[in-house]
């Protein structure tokens, strides 16, 4: 249970062009995702909470006109990186706690969605 | 802001050796630390984690400690394989966050035969 699913897997596009990647959870109700990203050979940044039906909070640093975030649902959130330039690729990735209970602090990550702007 | 240092940022041992990597952490309210292996271009792989009521935690090879007092938390791995081979991340709960996590830097861990 609990399985995270991310799409696209890889994107290339062109600078000033804008990229959407949704996370969907399979068989859970995510009503919190975060979305992290990570830069070749660093670490994994929080950029944003999302929690459905509102509005997403960002973390310090980040744009958030910049990096958009929905969550119209309970099984799916869409991080959309808006005039994309060379120093937005990295490596996207989502994940939401667990199920209630003793589990709960535990997080589905989703497979990562590599961005390469050219 | 809170953070989690890591290290050592890289580890070579020798196939059966253990290896320890630490980590500290500033955020006094974290109560809950996970340690995860990433494989190049997938997804962190959660491999043990700790709550901060418990002050040690093992599952086979794998062991992680914890000292709340001293804000510091490490994993042991012993006998270790090549397959082990990986870049490893410990992590912290950010309070009031509704779960997320900040994350160390990461430890490339390399096994040779």
């Known amino acids: 249970g609990a399985v995270v699913s991310q799409h696209p897997s890889w994107v290339i596009c062109k600078s000033g062009t804008s990229v959407k990647i949704e996370c969907r959870s399979l068989?859970?109700?995510?009503?919190?995702m975060f979305w992290y990203r990570q830069f070749p050979k660093q670490s994994l940044m929080l950029m944003a909470t999302s929690n459905e039906g509102s509005k997403a909070t960002y973390e310090q640093g980040v744009e958030k006109d910049k990096f958009l975030i929905n969550h119209a649902s309970l099984t799916l959130s869409t991080l959309t990186v808006t005039s994309a330039h060379p120093e937005d690729s990295s490596f996207y990735i989502c994940?939401?706690?667990?199920?209630?209970?003793?589990?709960?602090?535990?997080?589905?990550f989703g497979p990562g969605t590599r961005l390469t702007v050219l | 802001g809170e953070n989690v240092e890591q290290h050592p940022s890289t580890l070579s041992v020798q196939e059966g050796d253990s290896a320890v990597i630490k980590c500290t952490y500033s955020d006094s309210a974290s109560n809950y630390f996970p340690w995860y292996k990433q494989e190049l271009g997938k997804r962190p792989q959660l491999i043990i984690d700790i709550r901060s009521n418990v002050g040690e935690k093992k599952d086979q090879r794998i062991a992680v400690t914890l000292n709340k007092t001293a804000k510091h938390f490490s994993l042991h791995i012993t006998e270790t394989q090549p397959e082990d081979s990986a870049v490893y991340f410990c992590?912290?709960?950010?309070?009031?966050?509704?779960?997320?996590?900040?994350f160390g830097k990461g430890t490339s861990l390399l096994v040779t035969p």
């Open positions: 994940s939401s706690p667990g199920l209630a209970g003793a589990s709960r602090n535990e997080q589905f």
């Open positions: 068989d859970f109700q995510a009503t919190t």
């Open positions: 992590a912290a709960s950010i309070s009031n966050s509704g779960y997320a996590l900040n």
